[in-house]
């Protein structure tokens, strides 16, 4: 009882201040309450990064509840979180069962290393169509499709751009994984404006200005997002959000563009 409080107590600055501050040994793993901030933080990120990975804009997928949760520090290389969670497909509120995942952030990596499984994640076979219908609609175009504003203010998306804005959820995932610091989270808010860009390859493509939404801070960032993509396979993405490059500090491309992605 008495070190659960304490414990408790002392959780917030704790995460703040460690691992140094904190002798080893006794720190090194310990379960934390399920809904605690990083641990609702680490289990969102895994799911991401399952979306990432996915590669299916049809078929999103969510945290729905974290079910358990520990913490471990490993000194002087970084914060290793341990969650179990529910999980749902977005666009159908389907829960697809338990998901476990471990979120590694480590001092002196830029993104953390995510292991995740969940009980299924096979495509369903409305969202497999459903990816390959808008494939093929989208190969199919002589004009770029455009949209703007989506959802707009009234928070309505047109059925028509829904894909559209699946997309850039999907291509997003790899941004707000590579963007990831332990204590800051970022959510895909709106797309300001997409443009689809014409491949003559087998690909399709769409250059996004987009919102993600920050937390703790609530900042809104803008980001440029393109997005390459064919059903069945993770997103080729190249992004550039204006306060990664301003800032001097963080990961700036030394050749002055300040694109990050996975094209190399
Ligand atoms: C995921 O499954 C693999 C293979 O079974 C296993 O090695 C790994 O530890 C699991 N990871 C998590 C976080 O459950
Ligand atoms: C750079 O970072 C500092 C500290 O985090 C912040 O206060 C400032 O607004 C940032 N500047 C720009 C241009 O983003």
């Not at 399709?204 to 937390?215: G, K, M, S, T, V």
Request: with cysteine; charged share 20%; glycine share 4%.
């Amino acid at each position: 009882m008495h070190s659960a409080v304490l414990f408790l107590a002392c959780l917030p600055l704790a995460i703040q201040a460690l691992p140094f501050a904190v002798p080893s040994g006794s720190w090194s793993s310990r379960d934390i309450p399920p809904n605690n901030r990083e641990a609702r933080q680490a289990a969102r990120l895994a799911i991401t990064y399952q979306n990432y990975l996915s590669g299916s804009p049809h078929q999103l997928l969510e945290v729905e509840e974290v079910k358990k949760a520990s913490l471990k520090f490993v000194p002087e290389i970084g914060h290793k979180y341990y969650v179990e969670f529910t999980a749902r497909i977005s666009q159908t509120m389907e829960n697809i069962g338990l998901c476990t995942a471990t979120v590694f952030f480590q001092e002196d990596k830029p993104r953390p290393a995510i292991n995740v499984n969940c009980s299924s994640t096979k495509i369903q076979k409305q969202a497999n169509d459903d990816d390959y219908n808008f494939y093929k609609l989208m190969k199919s175009q002589t004009i770029p499709i455009t949209g703007e504003n989506i959802p707009d203010s009234f928070g309505y998306v047109d059925p028509q751009l829904e894909p559209v804005w699946n997309l850039a959820n999907l291509g997003c995932s790899y941004v707000i994984w590579d963007k990831a610091i332990e204590g800051h989270e970022y959510n895909m808010q709106q797309i300001k404006s997409a443009k689809q860009v014409l491949r003559k390859d087998n690909l399709i493509a769409f250059d996004y200005e987009l919102y993600l939404h920050e937390r703790p801070s609530e900042a809104m960032v803008s980001c440029s997002v393109h997005v390459v993509w064919i059903p069945g396979k993770p997103p080729k993405v190249d992004y550039s959000c204006p306060e990664d490059s301003e800032n001097g500090s963080g990961n700036k491309a030394e050749d002055g563009s300040a694109y990050l992605g996975n094209f190399k």
